[in-house]
């Protein structure tokens, strides 16, 4: 069964930088698209980042500031997020689809299942 797990959240000021960690479990992640997803209240679930076989994705609102990676040999995918501002604040998921060669919706939530539980991330201004 797949199991993904996030950790790294944690609060900051504007203009700081964390690094989101995803470990997954139970699948390779060289074998499968992983994407980076958050949440506020009230609000859909929007698409970060996305690796897939293509190489990388990011929303419009992260270009240049966010970078998606991963490390096989950890089955680790990372999120280094920079110039955080406050409204990056939000619940981080990190979410996994196979195959990874297709970017065919890939910053769509729907198109996943496998979802890890989620991390706090909070920039003050």
């Known amino acids: 069964q797949a199991l993904l797990v996030e950790s790294g959240g944690g609060s900051v000021q504007a203009g700081g930088s964390l690094q989101l960690t995803c470990a997954a479990s139970g699948f390779t992640v060289r074998t499968y698209a992983v994407s980076w997803f958050r949440q506020t209240p009230g609000k859909d679930r929007e698409g970060v980042a996305a690796l897939y076989g293509g190489g990388s994705v990011y929303a419009d609102s992260v270009k240049g500031r966010f970078t998606v990676s991963q490390d096989n040999a950890k089955n680790t995918v990372y999120l280094q997020m920079d110039a955080l501002k406050p409204e990056d604040t939000a619940i981080y998921f990190c979410?996994?689809?196979?195959?990874?060669?297709?970017?065919?919706?890939?910053?769509?939530?729907?198109?996943?299942?496998?979802w890890g539980q989620g991390t706090q991330v909070t920039v003050s201004s």
């Open positions: 979410a996994a689809r196979y195959p990874r060669w297709s970017n065919k919706g890939i910053l769509d939530p729907s198109e996943y299942t496998n």
